[in-house]
């Protein structure tokens, strides 16, 4: 009941809220605080929206509270008179049967206070047999489920703890792998260092070959050179030459051995004609190829 309450007065609350302007709330918040603090003066406080909408909810909360403390009073005060009921209905029938708990052995009054502490613990209204039964049942239950979350919290609790080892075995294995890296990133280091500065060199070598590259073919472009001015272009002349010079070498010897031809004059003087064409043929394609060589340099 006094949840209900709690919820009824928690969405009044909100309602009210929404409805009221600053102005209502400041006045509610005044009348609150001039309630909380009877006879003493208000401390101050700063007056903005927040403070205010601060101020409104406790105030809210705070009369919620008392309401429901009134209830749960209101229930203590109802229960009282039934329990004082209940003990001189009793009582009454206990004196016309003539029976009084002065009468009783102290087993007996032990006995009568367990009941009592156990109704009053199992907060019974009466000490029937049912309510008793019903109470125990109701305990029974309790108790079975409490003893069934305690199991799965036991279980829970296992799993944890064999994560927990699983964890600091891993950290652990961690922890050592972390140790042999930093001892290996010591007794590196030098090395890398090292490395680190022949790195440095290179890439200022580099960066001054590439200067160097540049301004070659930047003095090349303006010295007028070309492709075919190349170290390779000139090889593969000088090669066409050196085969050129060895074809005129056998032609060459060609013609000396017509010199000593016998006194046939004519036929030796045709044969002496072709081979200075011959050679001339030669002589003129080598002139060629070495104005040509000459012309690319």
Same mark, same amino acid.
């Given at each position: 009941m006094a949840e209900n309450t709690k919820q009824t007065a928690m969405a009044g609350s909100t309602g009210a809220e929404a409805e009221l302007d600053m102005d209502q709330k400041h006045a509610y918040v005044r009348e609150w605080l001039e309630k909380v603090?009877?006879?003493?003066?208000?401390?101050?406080?700063?007056?903005? +929206?927040?403070?205010?909408?601060?101020?409104?909810?406790?105030?809210?909360?705070?009369?919620?509270?008392?309401?429901?403390?009134?209830? @749960? #009073?209101?229930?203590?005060?109802?229960?009282?008179?039934?329990?004082?009921?209940?003990?001189?209905?009793?009582?009454?029938? #206990?004196?016309?049967?003539?029976?009084?708990?002065?009468?009783?052995?102290?087993?007996?009054? +032990?006995?009568?206070?367990?009941?009592?502490?156990?109704?009053?613990?199992?907060?019974?209204?009466?000490?029937?047999?049912?309510?008793?039964?019903?109470?125990?049942?109701?305990l029974s239950q309790r108790l079975s489920s409490a003893a069934v979350r305690v199991e799965e919290e036991e279980r829970e609790g296992e799993r944890l703890e064999r994560q927990m080892r699983a964890s600091l075995l891993r950290e652990a294995a961690h922890r050592r792998a972390l140790d042999e890296l930093s001892k290996e990133a010591a007794e590196q280091a030098p090395t890398l260092a090292k490395q680190k500065k022949e790195s440095e060199f290179l890439k200022q070598k580099t960066k001054q070959y590439h200067k160097l590259v540049t301004s070659m073919k930047e003095e090349l472009t303006q010295s007028g050179?070309?492709?075919? @001015? +190349?170290?390779?272009?000139?090889?593969?002349?000088?090669?066409?030459?050196?085969?050129?010079?060895?074809? @005129?070498?056998?032609?060459?010897?060609?013609?000396? +051995?017509?010199?000593?031809?016998?006194?046939?004059?004519?036929?030796?003087?045709?044969?002496?004609?072709?081979a200075k064409q011959e050679l001339a043929k030669l002589e003129a394609e080598l002139a060629r190829t070495i104005d040509l060589v000459h012309a690319e340099k």
């Open positions: 603090f009877t006879g003493e003066e208000v401390p101050d406080y700063e007056i903005n +929206s927040q403070t205010i909408d601060c101020l409104y909810r406790m105030a809210r909360q705070n009369e919620t509270r008392e309401r429901e403390a009134e209830i @749960l #009073m209101e229930d203590f005060e109802q229960k009282t008179e039934e329990y004082a009921a209940e003990t001189a209905r009793l009582q009454s029938m #206990m004196n016309w049967l003539g029976f009084s708990t002065a009468d009783l052995t102290p087993a007996g009054q +032990s006995y009568v206070n367990t009941l009592v502490g156990t109704a009053t613990a199992l907060d019974l209204r009466d000490c029937s047999d049912t309510s008793l039964c019903l109470a125990l049942t109701d050179y070309e492709p075919g @001015l +190349s170290h390779g272009t000139l090889q593969q002349c000088a090669k066409e030459i050196e085969a050129l010079q060895s074809q @005129l070498e056998p032609l060459q010897a060609q013609l000396a +051995s017509y010199q000593g031809l016998p006194p046939d004059f004519d036929f030796a003087k045709v044969k002496v004609e072709e």
